[in-house]
């Protein structure tokens, strides 16, 4: 018995990058779950890292990481989120991880004597990956990173034109994302970039089946029929890409425009008629939510780049739509409240209802944080810490409350009493860069916890990316002050949640719960965190363990430093 075949579709983008071939091909995953399909995606990125890992976020965007440890291209947490598929590291190609394949293999003597070259090389290394990569599903949502016309796509581009041909028309088929902008001083929207893109792709052999035409405004036949006939591909091929305020409209829209129903009949798939309603209520919950508005401060360091917080963005965007209330995020750059006094932090943070601080590396910012950190334990306001944020906030309060002078972590003061260090067997390869703690770990809870209370379980896994670690030699003076441990490792060795009873909320992590969030449900720490910041915002936030007060109570709150 032969395995099933899977069909693929490659996904391309034109004129301009970020243009939304991510989040398009995540809409196209979902949209074929809902018809009952089996998808999978893969990312092609054409830079020669080897992984994004080592990027910085101001060049990438946040590196997200997969269950297995990979650190990859952000476009597989859309993937994530969207659909039911699970990342793994075979899911993200880059140009170097497969340079780095093939020339290993030219090393080892396997290629025979042979020329090593970009045809057929690097293009079988592509097409060997992609195809075990995707091995087992009905469908395969294949994105090619990059604006055709890129010099580094090529080799991809040149992949995917042979694999539509090995596999033939109905099993292939190519979506390609271009923009279609509206003029004004013409009043009209301009097809002429996406005539050109298309033009290219042709060029290097690979016609497009179907066009999505980023666009602010419905696309009319005419203009349809207009890019039909430059693009050489079928009017009902033609879909209108309109920009969105929800993300999650998107499977919606793309069902309205009859995309599924095309791409089924292309990849000549039976399947029924996909179920939309999940996600009219998602976008519904998200338009109109009845129960307010929870302001929540986010103190970091990449605060001018949106796309390096990405999935914590979506993380808390879950954790409004499970609340039924709306969060606006105030993002709040580190590096300024260090540079105020006692009222200016008070300014900055003033009508925020919670505060949360992520995950980083380096120094930068970091003194800041914790002053912010400092500011939510003492006015008794929400707080989050994610990795980073964890360790900033062990070190607040190993400094304000244990007693432990500048305590801080190895990573930033090589001098200071480190409550936050590498482990020892890490310090041993200190010089050689200590290795990171990445991927799927097991955590176990403490009973009654409110770590406990949100997941409502025991027993987790969450996804780490990070070198340093709770330093068990502070272990003991910390819990005595009332510092509550109340994740670990198994074994117990490794420290992975915190937080404080004595205050409405204030949890911190070691791992990064927004890599697990998804739309539909929201992950449990940021469906309680929201909900404690919601509580304030509406003023019944009661100290944990007691009832919650039903009207407004004077509670301590943020307004009260005023
Ligand atoms: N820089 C810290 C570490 O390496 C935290 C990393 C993070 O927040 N992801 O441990």
């Not at 989120?81 to 880059?94: E, G, I, P, S, V």
């Amino acid at each position: 018995m032969g395995a099933k075949r899977t069909k693929y579709l490659f996904t391309t983008g034109g004129v301009v990058s970020s243009i939304g071939k991510g989040l398009a091909s995540a809409s196209i995953g979902a949209l074929l779950e809902a018809r009952g399909l089996r998808v999978t995606h893969v990312k092609l990125d054409p830079y020669i890292n080897v992984d994004p890992g080592t990027m910085s976020p101001y060049q990438h965007g946040e590196v997200y990481v997969t269950d297995d440890g990979a650190e990859t291209d952000l476009d597989l947490g859309h993937y994530e989120r969207f659909t039911n598929a699970r990342m793994t590291r075979a899911n993200n190609l880059t140009t170097g991880k497969i340079y780095q394949a093939v020339i290993s293999k030219e090393r080892r003597g396997e290629y025979l004597g042979a020329t090593v070259q970009v045809i057929p090389h690097i293009t079988d290394e592509i097409k060997a990956r992609l195809l075990e990569a995707t091995a087992g599903v009905d469908v395969a949502i294949v994105e090619i990173g990059g604006t055709v016309g890129d010099i580094e796509s090529l080799p991809f581009l040149e992949a995917v034109r042979q694999l539509k041909l090995e596999l033939g028309p109905t099993n292939a088929v190519s979506v390609h994302v271009t923009l279609v902008p509206y003029i004004s001083a013409a009043s009209e929207l301009k097809t002429k970039p996406t005539q050109h893109s298309v033009k290219e792709l042709r060029e290097i052999g690979i016609q497009p089946d179907i066009l999505l035409c980023r666009t602010d405004r419905p696309l009319d036949r005419a203009v349809k029929e207009k890019i039909s006939l430059f693009a050489n591909v079928p009017v009902d091929g033609v879909i209108s890409a309109l920009d969105v305020a929800c993300l999650y409209e998107l499977p919606g829209l793309f069902h309205a425009e009859g995309l599924d129903e095309l791409l089924c009949e292309r990849l000549n798939i039976w399947s029924r008629q996909p179920d939309m309603a999940p996600w009219q209520r998602l976008v519904e919950r998200f338009t109109r939510p009845t129960r307010g508005t929870a302001v929540i401060a986010v103190v970091g360091k990449y605060v001018h780049l949106r796309d390096s917080y990405k999935s914590l963005h979506e993380a808390l965007v879950h954790g409004a739509i499970a609340n039924d209330c709306r969060v606006d995020l105030r993002y709040v750059d580190s590096e300024t409240l260090e540079k105020t006094d006692a009222a200016g932090v008070a300014e900055a943070l003033a009508d925020c209802h919670a505060i949360l601080v992520p995950g980083g590396f380096g120094e930068r910012g970091t003194e800041g944080k914790i002053t912010a950190i400092r500011y939510a334990r003492e006015k008794a306001l929400p707080f989050f810490g994610i990795c980073l944020g964890m360790q900033l906030a062990v070190a607040e309060f190993a400094r304000h409350v244990a007693g432990i002078e500048h305590a801080n972590s190895a990573e930033f003061d090589p001098r200071a009493p480190a409550v936050i260090d590498l482990m020892p067997e890490q310090r041993a390869v200190r010089e050689k860069g200590a290795t990171m703690r990445l991927g799927a770990y097991p955590c176990v809870l403490e009973k009654g916890s409110l770590a406990h209370e949100a997941y409502g379980t025991l027993e987790i896994s969450e996804r780490h990316r990070h070198r340093y670690e709770v330093n068990n030699d502070f272990r003991e003076a910390l819990v005595s002050k009332g510092l509550v441990l109340s994740g670990t490792s198994p074994d117990k060795r490794l420290v992975e949640v915190v937080e404080l009873p004595n205050h409405p909320y204030f949890l911190g992590c070691q791992f990064h719960p927004e890599l697990k969030s998804r739309p539909m449900t929201g992950h449990p720490l940021f469906v309680r965190f929201v909900k404690a910041a919601l509580d304030h915002a509406l003023g019944r936030l009661a100290p944990r363990g007691r009832e919650e007060r039903p009207s407004p109570a004077p509670g301590p709150t943020v307004h009260s430093v005023h």
